[in-house]
């Protein structure tokens, strides 16, 4: 029965059984008891009568408990063959209705035993004492199984709150190894278009200048080769970090660029044919914060890539100012381009290089000039 705390669905029914095997027998004893009290009339039949039915109110009591204890209080006025009954049904609603309606339906239990000791006394206990043992194991029943209850409601919660914060653990892992693997590929588009954009720009010379001399086109050709082999390299990073549970710590576990890599940034536009003006005043970089640096760098480089796509052949201005407790500015600017991108833009870059600045806590600034062309600045914080 519910009522009385089945350990298994699967046994209920063993227990359903045991429990009014249990009650009918303690009845069939209490029966026989009263039988032989020689100072008490006999009313056999109805006491076997009501020891019938009460046992029989045990399967009520599994799915109403209210009314079927209600109904065992009335019948053990009557007779102390529902006492049986009545009593383990105190036990059942204490483990199963709320604490409240436990009590109320408790109390009138206990009336109705006082109400039986005073119509059917047992012959050598006072009234007295039976009032007390009436209320003492009714007592005991009720406050055994509300402790029950809520221990068991203890452990519910307790298994319930561990169960949320495991899937709160699993939820917070998996969106910081999705925000990780976002960074990484935001840092494998800057990568990549940096890359393929000094490709491109190293091919259109090859198309544009057919006539230059072997020794060029053989320079040229090598250069072409080495970017294919550190595109295809990158992008073997990208797929390696979509498919590893484990996120590395840079682009395909390198190590991340620098302040001190600008420079090494421009020379290597420069040597793809671009005409940058560098112009390099920033106090003391070696303390600029590493996480700054980084952002910088992916500054210049963005700038750099898309001067080559959309005004190839034109030259570009990168200039750097800062101090720490000043912050650091850059910007870079480069006249319109009278052709075509030599490569299509996918329209992301700068959408993802202002996140990027922002979450740096700087600002990024981007715009065409009324000349036509176009100027990319950004501020970012440098603390003394």
Excluded at 155 to 166: G, I, M, N
Excluded at 192 to 198: E, M
Excluded at 239 to 263: C, F, H, K
Excluded at 340 to 358: D, F, K, M, N
Aim: hydrophobic share 45%; proline share 7%.
């Amino acid at each position: 029965m519910e009522n009385l705390g089945c350990p298994a669905e699967g046994r209920r029914w063993v227990w359903d059984v045991g429990v009014v095997v249990v009650v009918g027998v303690l009845t069939g004893l209490t029966i026989v008891g009263r039988l032989s009290d020689a100072g008490q009339p006999r009313r056999v039949l109805l006491d076997v009568s009501v020891g019938v039915i009460s046992t029989g109110l045990m399967v009520v009591v599994g799915r109403r408990p209210v009314v079927g204890a209600l109904g065992l209080a009335a019948l053990v006025v009557v007779s102390p063959a529902a006492t049986p009954a009545s009593t383990a049904t105190t036990m059942g609603i204490a483990l199963q209705l709320p604490q409240r309606t436990a009590i109320a339906i408790t109390a009138v239990q206990v009336a109705a035993h006082l109400a039986q000791g005073a119509w059917r006394p047992i012959g050598n206990l006072p009234y007295l004492w039976f009032a007390v043992l009436a209320v003492a194991v009714h007592a005991a029943m009720l406050g055994w199984g509300l402790w029950t209850q809520a221990r068991r409601q203890l452990v519910e919660s307790l298994l319930e709150r561990a169960r949320r914060a495991e899937a709160e653990q699993g939820r917070r892992v998996a969106e910081a190894r999705t925000l990780e693997r976002t960074k990484m590929a935001r840092e494998m588009h800057d990568v990549l278009a940096h890359r393929l954009s000094l490709l491109a720009t190293y091919a259109g010379a090859l198309e544009y200048r057919p006539d230059s001399s072997p020794e060029k086109l053989a320079r040229a050709a090598g250069v072409i080769r080495v970017g294919v082999h550190q595109a295809l390299d990158e992008l073997r990073a990208v797929i390696s970090v979509l498919r590893d549970d484990e996120v590395p710590e840079g682009p395909g576990g390198r190590p991340q660029p620098t302040y001190q890599d600008v420079e090494s940034l421009v020379a290597e536009s420069r040597a793809a044919g671009t005409t940058v003006a560098y112009d390099d005043q920033v106090v003391d970089p070696t303390s600029l914060p590493p996480a700054t640096g980084r952002t910088a760098y992916r500054v210049v480089q963005e700038g750099l890539t898309n001067a080559r796509k959309h005004a190839a052949g034109h030259p570009v201005t990168v200039s750097l100012t800062g101090a720490p407790g000043a912050g650091l500015r850059i910007r870079l600017t480069n006249p319109a381009s009278n052709g075509v991108p030599i490569a299509p833009g996918s329209g992301t870059g700068l959408v993802g290089l202002t996140e990027r600045v922002q979450l740096a806590g700087g600002t990024l600034d981007h715009e065409r000039e009324p000349g036509g062309g176009f100027r990319l600045e950004a501020s970012l914080p440098w603390p003394a």
